[in-house]
Nanobody, 114 residues
């Protein structure tokens, strides 16, 4: 059973930055593609970014140039660096791993507001 734990959310002003972390419990975490999703109130959960085991990255268009996904295999951690945040980025952010099933963390709240 893979466990994922997100952290790093909080309240930030527009234009500010946050770095989210997703820590995995098993070795498979370093081999698997890890995704970040987000879900705003009353909306569906949307895919944001992904990083493969080989550290190939991909982003949804509306975060390109602002968000950066990276990983530290020694720490079994994937990061989402979010810069130039906008109020529309307000959501609960989840990390996800697919390996013989779907595994999700509990989410971390990001609020962008002045």
């Amino acid at each position: 059973q893979v466990q994922l734990a997100e952290s790093g959310g909080g309240l930030v002003q527009p234009g500010g930055s946050l770095r989210l972390s997703c820590v995995g419990s098993e070795t498979i975490f370093n081999l698997a593609t890890i995704d970040w999703y987000r879900q705003a109130p009353g909306k569906e959960r949307d895919w944001v970014a992904a990083i493969t085991g080989g550290e190939v990255t991909n982003y949804v268009d509306f975060v390109k140039g602002r968000f950066t996904i990276s990983r530290d295999k020694a720490k079994k951690t994937v990061y989402l660096q979010m810069n130039n945040l906008e109020p529309e980025d307000t959501a609960v952010y989840y990390c996800h791993l697919k390996f013989m099933g779907d595994f999700w963390g509990q989410g971390t709240q990001v609020t962008v507001s002045s």
